[in-house]
């Protein structure tokens, strides 16, 4: 189960057993967490075609690269998108709080500073919202194990839950997609695909460049004839 899934378990469960912080007899917040249950009907999101596919694209920007010797979460952002439409209008940004700011290698590449952290939302409160934002979508991320890596630490650290949301990762279409060429970082991918990044190693605008490569990806995948994220999955399981 998801750390939404299990947010919106906790809530049914608080509303069955009349918890006073959710009023079982308010019809609103009944009808809004049974509507939460049902977007997360077992829904088989390899099934979907990418043009019915709706996701999160998301980044992080850290301290490091490993979580669990200390390394944490600066800032997360993302951005909705519906099949190949990219949602300019629904993005998530915030900082999160920390008491010591990042070394001065990773201030001057973020442009995080320990003042903008300290006035930031705790990490219990960032990712509260990260999740109410994400509901029931498919995340995205470019070499998502760093993502992955940091969301199961901080969702544990913050949340008590364990992480187990599904993240694709777009290298999976471009490894599938360019074979021949040398496409590693997001700023080789975004270069072959002319995508502008407005600005670099900040998490909104790299979540935003990430999008469009995503979406750039879904129509080159399709011309191969993929359709669903469960082609690209049987593909690269049998190509190995």
């Given at each position: 189960?998801?750390?939404?899934?299990?947010?919106?378990?906790?809530?049914?469960?608080?509303?069955?057993?009349?918890f006073?912080?959710?009023?079982?007899?308010?019809?609103?917040?009944?009808?809004?967490v049974?509507?939460?249950?049902?977007?997360?009907?077992?829904?088989?999101?390899?099934?979907?075609?990418f043009?019915?596919?709706?996701?999160?694209?998301?980044?992080?920007?850290?301290?490091?690269?490993?979580?669990?010797?200390?390394?944490h979460?600066?800032s997360?952002?993302?951005?909705?998108?519906?099949g190949?439409h990219?949602?300019?209008?629904?993005?998530?940004?915030?900082?999160?709080?920390?008491?010591?700011?990042?070394?001065k290698?990773?201030?001057?590449?973020t442009?995080?500073?320990?003042?903008?952290?300290?006035?930031?939302a705790?990490?219990?409160?960032?990712?509260?919202?990260?999740?109410?934002?994400?509901?029931?979508?498919v995340?995205v991320?470019?070499h998502?194990?760093?993502?992955?890596?940091f969301?199961?630490?901080?969702?544990?650290?913050?949340?008590?839950?364990?992480?187990?949301?599904?993240?694709?990762?777009?290298?999976?279409?471009?490894?599938?997609?360019?074979?021949?060429?040398s496409?590693?970082?997001?700023?080789?991918?975004?270069?072959?695909?002319?995508?502008?990044?407005?600005?670099r190693?900040?998490?909104?605008?790299?979540?935003?460049?990430?999008?469009?490569?995503?979406?750039?990806?879904?129509?080159?995948?399709?011309?191969?004839?993929?359709?669903?994220?469960?082609?690209?999955?049987?593909?690269?399981?049998?190509?190995?």
């Amino acid at each position: 189960m998801n750390p939404f899934s299990q947010f919106v378990k906790g809530l049914s469960d608080r509303l069955g057993n009349g918890f006073s912080s959710l009023n079982q007899n308010d019809p609103a917040k009944v009808a809004y967490v049974r509507n939460l249950e049902r977007q997360m009907k077992n829904k088989d999101v390899l099934d979907i075609p990418f043009d019915d596919l709706n996701v999160v694209v998301f980044d992080l920007e850290t301290t490091g690269f490993y979580p669990y010797k200390g390394d944490h979460i600066l800032s997360i952002g993302a951005v909705k998108v519906e099949g190949t439409h990219v949602k300019e209008e629904e993005t998530f940004y915030s900082l999160v709080y920390h008491d010591t700011g990042p070394s001065k290698e990773i201030e001057e590449l973020t442009g995080i500073t320990k003042e903008m952290l300290q006035s930031a939302a705790s990490l219990r409160d960032v990712l509260k919202d990260f999740y109410s934002f994400v509901k029931g979508d498919v995340l995205v991320a470019h070499h998502a194990n760093h993502e992955k890596q940091f969301m199961s630490h901080a969702t544990w650290l913050a949340l008590r839950k364990n992480f187990q949301h599904r993240i694709v990762d777009t290298s999976f279409l471009t490894k599938i997609v360019h074979q021949d060429q040398s496409m590693i970082s997001l700023d080789d991918c975004c270069e072959y695909y002319g995508i502008g990044i407005e600005q670099r190693h900040h998490a909104l605008y790299d979540a935003k460049a990430t999008a469009r490569l995503w979406v750039e990806s879904i129509r080159d995948i399709q011309q191969k004839e993929f359709t669903k994220l469960q082609d690209v999955y049987t593909y690269l399981a049998t190509s190995k």
